[in-house]
C-alpha cells in the first residue's frame, strides 16, 4: 500500500505538470492585455481569441480545444443567424486594483452570455456569472448593452473567457468599462433615445390628433406604423432590456418578428390609405392585399416558430420595403406630388436597414455607426412621413379651398338661376313685363292696405289669330309692341298703379293675347270705363311682313275692390267673368255686376249638365232648306244643333259650341252631331229626299286626326253618297294651325265629300290660302246679304265674291235671304243656292219633311 501511494505521488505531479504546461501553451496564445487604472475604457475584439462549438464543450473541453482562432481582424466577432456556440477569451493585465470593471458587449440581441474568470490562467474558475443572472440583481446599473460585472479589487494576470449563444444573429464584440465611465456613456445614450423616442411619441400624439380630427384613416395607421418602429428599435437597441424585459432574455425572440411583421402590416395599411390607391392603380392595391394577408399570416405565425419567424420576417420586410418604394415611384409619375416624401423616407428605411442587416450577416463590419443604422433610416423616415402627412394637409386644405371656392361660386350660380327662376316665374317671357304672381302680390298688398282699386283685364283676340295664321313670332312682336305702347300710355297717367318700380311696369301679361292694369280709384276722377277704353284701345301696330298697320280691337273686364271681392282669386274670377261678358256682348268695356255672376253660373251649371244631355239624347239636329237660284226647288239643308233642355230651356247653339270648346267636350259633341246627321240622311233618303246635307265642323275638329275619319266612316257604314256630304268650315278657323286644318280638308275632299267656307268675306286672311283649300262652295255671310239692296259697298262685295267664285269654278250659297227683292237680285247675279227666312226657319226633322211634301 505504502508502495503504491509512493508510485502515485510521481504520477499526481506529472498530471499537474501536463496541466500547468497545457495552460501555459494556451495562454501563449492569448495576447495580455495591461489594464491601467488612469483608463476607463478598452475595446479587446482585437486580444480575444475564439472557438466556435456546436453547444456541446464545457469549458475545461473548450480551453483544451486545439480549434482556437486569433481574432487577427480585430473586426467584431460575427456568426450571423446560428445555432452554434461562440467562445472568446483574452487575457488582462490588472495593474491596479482601484474601481469596478465591466466586460461590455454591446450587441444586447444575445440571449445567453457567461462569463467566466481564471486567475493566471489556471482551472477552476474563480468568478461565474451570465447575463441573465447579472440582470436580475437589482444592484446592477442599467445599461443599453450587455454589461457583466467583474470580481471588484480585481488585479493581476486572469484570463476572461465568454461563452455565447443566441438564436437569432450572433455577435460578440467585447469591451471593457469601469463603472463610473460606463454610468456616464448610459446617461449620455439615455439622452438620445429619449430623444428618439420623444420624437416618436410627438408624432404619435400629433397624428392621433389629426386622425380625430380630420376623421382621415391615414393618421391612425401612421400612428400604429411609428408604435410598431418603436417596438423594434426597443429590441435592437436594448432600451426594451435595459427598461422594460431586464432578466429575460429570451423576449426579443418573440418581440423582433411579431415587430417586424407590424412594421409590414402597418406599413401596408399607411401606404394604401395615404396614397389612395384603389383611385389610382387596381393591380397595385391587389399587390398591396396581398402583401398585406402576407404579413397577417406571419404575424401568427411568429408566435409558434419565432426562430423561422425572424427569418421569414426579413424576407417579407424587404419586400413590403421594396414594393413600397416602387408604388411611391409609380404615384409619383402619376402625379401625385406627396409620393416624392413617401418615396425618400421608405429610400431611408430601406438603405439603413439594409446596411444594419447587411452587418447582422457579417457583410460589413460591425461597429457603433452600422449598429444604429435602422434607427436612424427609421428616424429620417418617420419625419420624412411626418413633411408627407404635413404636405398631406396642405393639398387637403388647398384642395378644401378650391372646393369651397367652387362651392360658392356653385351657390353664386344657384342664387343666380334662383333669381333668375324668380325672374322668370314673376315675369313674361315674351313681354318680359309682371305676369299673374307678380300682380297677384301687388294686388294682395293693396288689399292688406285696404285701398280702393279697379283691376282691369284686357283681351286682344286678333293677337292669338294672327299666332295661328301668320305665326306664333310675328305675333309676339306685334304684342311685345302694344304692350309697350299700353305700358307708355299708362306710365304717363294719374291712377295707374305701378307693378314693378325697376322698369318701371304698369301692365301685366297673363298669357299671349292678354294683359292686366290696376287703377287707384282713390286718385283717380272721371268715368272709368271711357277711361280704359280710350288707354287700351285702338292702338296702332306695325307688322313689318306685311307693311301694314293694324288696329287693335279688345274686350276688357273690371272687377273693382272692395265692392266686388276681398281677394285675388275673388277679384280675378269676377274680372275674367266681366270680360267674358264684353266679348260676348261685343262690348269694349264691361264691369263687373251681379247679372254676370248669373251668367258665369249659368255657363257653368250648363257645362255640367251638357254631357247628361248627349246621353239623354237632348240634343237634336234641325234643318234649313236651301233652295236653287229661282226659290222654287229645294236642292239642300244645313243641319243645325239645337238643345231644347227641359231645365234650361232653348240654349243658343253658339252658347253650346263655345261651352263644349272650352270645356273640352267639342270631340264628344261633334261624335254626336255627325252620328245624328248620318242617321238624319238616311232618314231623308227613306222619305224620297235626295238632297245635300251641310254639316258644321269646329276648328278643333279639324286639328283633331281622328275625327275626320271617324265622321268618314260612319259615311260608309250608312251607305250615304259621299257628294251628297257637305262639310262646312268658317274663313276665321282657317287661321289655326293651317296645315292641320289643310290636311284635314284634303282627306274629306279625296273621299268625294264636299267643302264649303262658310262666313266668307269676314276674315281677313283666307284669300292667301284660297287657291291651297280644296274648297268646293262660298257661303256668303248673311251680313252682306241683308244690306245689299241699300248698301253699294256689300252689293259690290257680294258682286266680287259671286265672281271669284265663278272664276274659281266654285258654287256659290248666299245666307240671310229673306225678302223678294234680295233673291231677285242675287239671281241676276248668278247666285247657284239660296237660303234664308224667306224660305223657312230651321226646322225639327219631321216638320221639314212636311214642308218639302208642300214645296
Known sequence: MRRLQTTMIPLRWSIQAVTILLLTILSSYASERVIEGDVSHYELNDSLQYLVDDGELSLADAL???????????RVLNLGFTAQTLWARTSLNITTAT????????????????LFVLPQGQLPA??????????????????YQLALPLPRELHGEVDIVLRARSATSLQLPVELWREDPLLNQFAQESIYWGIYFGILGALVIYNLFLCFSLRDRAYGYYVLYIGSIGLLTLCI????????????????????????????ICALLFARSFLELQKISRNWDLAMKTALGLAVSLFFITWIDPIHGALLSGVLGTFVIALLIAVGIADLRAGLVIARYFVLAWTSFAIGTSLYLLSIFNLLPVNFFTNHLM?????????????????????????????????????????????????QAMHDSVTKMPNTSLLNQRLQSLITKRQRFALVLVHYPQVKEIASSMGHSLAEDMFCQLVKKVNHTLS???????????????????????????????????????????VVGYHEVSLHSVRFPVFMNLYCGVSIAPDHGDTTEILYQHAAAARDRSQSNQIPVQVYNESISGFARRRL???????????????ELYLQPQMEKSGQSLVGAELLLRWNSPRFGMVPTEEVINIAENAGLIDILSRYVVDLAWKTMESLRERQLNITCSINLSVQNLTNSQFVPYALAGIKEYGIPMDKVIFEVTETSMMHNMEAVIGSLLHIADSGCKVALDDFGTGYSSLAYLSRLPIHELKIDRCFISRMNTNRNELGIVKTTLKLAQTLHLEAVAEGVEDQATLDLLNELGCQRVQGYLFAKPMPFEEFCIWAEQV
Open 64 to 74: 483544451q480545444s486545439d480549434g482556437w482562432h486569433q481574432n487577427t481582424s480585430g
Open 375 to 423: 434607427q436612424v433610416g427609421s428616424a429620417a423616415e418617420v419625419l420624412l412621413l411626418s413633411f408627407a402627412l404635413a404636405h398631406k394637409i396642405k393639398d387637403e386644405r388647398a384642395r378644401k379651398l378650391a372646393a369651397m371656392r367652387k362651392q360658392q361660386i356653385a351657390e353664386r350660380q344657384v342664387q343666380d338661376l334662383e333669381m333668375q327662376s324668380l325672374e
Open 492 to 534: 304717363g297717367l294719374t291712377g295707374p298703379v305701378c307693378l314693378e318700380h325697376r322698369l318701371p311696369a304698369y301692365l301685366a301679361t297673363p298669357d299671349l293675347g292678354s294683359a292686366a292694369f290696376v287703377v287707384d280709384l282713390d286718385n283717380f276722377v272721371g268715368p272709368l270705363e271711357s277711361f280704359i277704353e280710350q
Open 126 to 143: 474563480t468568478y461565474i456569472t451570465s447575463r441573465t443572472e447579472t440582470e436580475k440583481q437589482q444592484h446592477q446599473p442599467h445599461s
Open 237 to 264: 437597441s436594448g432600451v426594451g432590456s435595459a427598461w422594460l424585459w431586464a432578466g429575460e432574455p429570451l423576449v426579443p425572440r418573440y418581440l423582433i418578428p411579431v415587430s417586424t411583421s407590424l412594421v409590414s
Open 99 to 114: 474601481g469596478h470593471w465591466y466586460i461590455a458587449i454591446p450587441y444586447p440581441l444575445l440571449e445567453e452570455v457567461e
Open 605 to 619: 251649371e250648363l257645362l255640367t249638365a251638357l254631357p247628361g244631355a248627349i246621353d239623354a239624347n237632348e240634343l
